[in-house]
């Protein structure tokens, strides 16, 4: 069974940073594709990020290319999301998702960024 829990999520001024991070279980983690999706108050899923099984080959959505950071430790089935500059705009809740935007994902952790 798919087992993804988020964490690091908090409020954090306009330019502060954060590092968000993923526990994963219950699947082949070194051969997953995972991504970062968010969703602001009042809008749609949006992808974030994503990064192939062997960390090799990683995407940025232009909202957060050079801002962003994905990256993963497979022997700990770890992924993670390390934020810099970070923006108002960048405000809502992360998850991390399985193989696409769209694939299982967990609870998510929230972000805050604001005065």
């Known amino acids: 069974q798919v087992q993804l829990v988020e964490s690091g999520g908090d409020l954090v001024q306009p330019g502060g940073s954060l590092r968000l991070s993923c526990a994963a279980s219950?699947?082949?983690?070194?051969?997953?594709?995972m991504n970062w999706v968010r969703q602001a108050p009042g809008k749609e899923l949006e992808w974030v990020a994503g990064?192939?099984?062997?960390?090799?080959?990683?995407k940025y959505a232009d909202s957060v290319r050079g801002r962003f950071t994905i990256y993963r430790d497979n022997a700990e089935k770890m992924l993670y999301l390390r934020m810099f500059r970070l923006q108002r705009s960048d405000t809502g809740v992360y998850y991390c998702?399985?193989?696409?935007?769209?694939?299982?994902r967990g609870q998510g952790t929230q972000v805050t960024v604001s005065l």
């Open positions: 219950g699947f082949s983690f070194s051969n997953s594709a």
């Open positions: 998702s399985k193989d696409t935007a769209q694939g299982a």
């Open positions: 990064i192939t099984g062997d960390g090799g080959s990683v």
